[in-house]
């Protein structure tokens, strides 16, 4: 049984398009979060939603926003994709907020063509 | 498919002992090797890295060789300090393929002063 999951794995889209990214978690956690992966391989954290309220939006581009429907769901929304949004983007939980463990999904990559 | 194997712990030591977390790595072809740390109340951020065979990664005074005929990367430090305590994860990515990184399952360390 996957702990947190997220789809679709690969997503390829053009230009200006709008897509979403799913993400549920089983483990019965508090705290969800998006972290996207860079062109140097490094991840940054773009949101973290507790309990359904966003705690954590870090500079990002109007253009995403996340919605999280129960404590078991956060999906991100992207509007109007460009081609520097091409990347690879992974959800994460943990129990309560930074102070513990992160659990990570398998990350989805998105390629805006 | 690819895979990172670590030890799970918690781990828990007193400061200025030595520590090692293991990490082993299954992956179809050459991989680059990352550590990342994840602070309590923080996100995660890379530790070290590196891309081929024999490359030793250090930063803070953390290192790690890649080990290519163990398929090892395993975390040291001489001395560790009570700022160290944090969870650690392995990750590999495999370059120019799909470029996803692939995380074990973190390791909790405790550091007692």
């Known amino acids: 049984d996957t702990a947190v999951s997220q789809t679709p794995k690969y997503l390829v889209t053009q230009m200006g398009n709008d897509k979403s990214i799913k993400c549920e978690q089983n483990?019965?956690?508090?705290?969800m979060y998006w972290y996207k992966q860079d062109s140097k391989k490094f991840l940054k954290i773009m949101f973290s939603y507790n309990n359904k309220e966003l705690i954590i939006n870090e500079t990002v581009p109007n253009r995403f926003s996340p919605k999280s429907p129960d404590k078991a769901h956060l999906n991100l929304h992207i509007n109007s994709l460009e081609l520097g949004d091409s990347a690879v983007y992974f959800c994460?939980?943990?129990?309560?907020?930074?102070?513990?463990?992160?659990?990570f999904g398998s990350g989805t990559q998105l390629s805006v063509l | 498919g690819d895979s990172v194997t670590q030890m799970e712990g918690p781990v828990t030591l007193s400061e200025e002992a030595f520590l090692t977390i293991n990490c082993t790595y299954t992956a179809t072809g050459y991989p680059s090797l990352f550590w990342y740390v994840q602070y309590p109340g923080e996100g995660l951020q890379l530790l070290l890295k590196a891309t081929k065979a024999d490359d030793k990664g250090s930063n803070k005074g953390f290192e790690a060789t890649y080990r290519k005929e163990t398929t090892s990367f395993h975390l040291e430090k001489g001395s560790v300090q009570v700022s160290d305590s944090a969870v650690y994860f392995c990750a590999l990515i495999m370059m120019n393929r799909d470029d996803k990184i692939i995380f074990g399952k973190g390791t909790r360390l405790h550091i007692l002063p």
């Open positions: 994460a939980s943990s129990r309560r907020g930074l102070n513990e463990k992160l659990f």
């Open positions: 483990l019965g956690h508090d705290t």
